[in-house]
């Protein structure tokens, strides 16, 4: 379908776009930390998403994101066990340390290695479990460090 402009000239279609999609990798991360942050409970959407932008930050192999595992793990609506098999496939691989719940809060903490008997601790929280793992997993590729936690004004959706 040609769409057609207000002087009259024929336009290219216009194509769905995602919102990081031409964002340098730091960014797109930080941009999709900020989304799962502020959502009520972690989508598909956002894991597929993690999954598309993780090859460039954070050395998940690209053959990774279409392992029929990871589809699998999807179908299923097992976010939490889809998201540990690609905090594993990362490089350095990661895994998630403990996920403890503190009143209506989960604490994700992930572990990854810097190098050689070094460790890195990368801690993040949400209302929702996966949640909570894939702002780890994202901090963890963006600073390669421990991130503070995201601190956020409680919305109305959390009040519900």
């Known amino acids: 379908m040609t769409r057609i ?7 290219p279609p216009l194509e769905p776009v995602r919102p990081s999609e031409h964002m340098p990798p730091g960014t797109a991360l930080a941009s999709l930390a900020a989304r799962v942050s502020a959502a009520r409970i972690l989508r598909e959407h956002h894991v597929w998403e993690a999954a598309r932008i993780l090859p460039d930050a954070a050395g998940l192999p690209d053959e990774a994101k279409h392992a029929p595992e990871l589809h699998a793990l999807m179908e299923k609506d097992a976010f939490a066990a889809a998201l540990r098999l690609l905090a594993r496939s ?3 691989p990661r895994e998630f340390g403990t996920l ?3 009143d209506d809060r989960w604490i994700a903490m992930l572990v990854g290695t ?8 990368v801690r993040a929280e949400h209302r929702d479990p996966a949640a909570a ?8 590729a963006a600073t390669g460090k421990s991130a503070p936690p995201v601190h956020r004004r409680p919305v109305e959706a959390d009040r519900q």
């Open 5 to 11: 402009s207000q002087s009259g000239r024929q336009m």
């Open 90 to 92: 990362c490089q350095p």
């Open 100 to 102: 403890d719940q503190d």
């Open 114 to 121: 810097g190098g050689p008997r070094r460790k890195r601790f």
């Open 133 to 140: 793992m894939l702002i780890a997993l994202l901090r963890s």
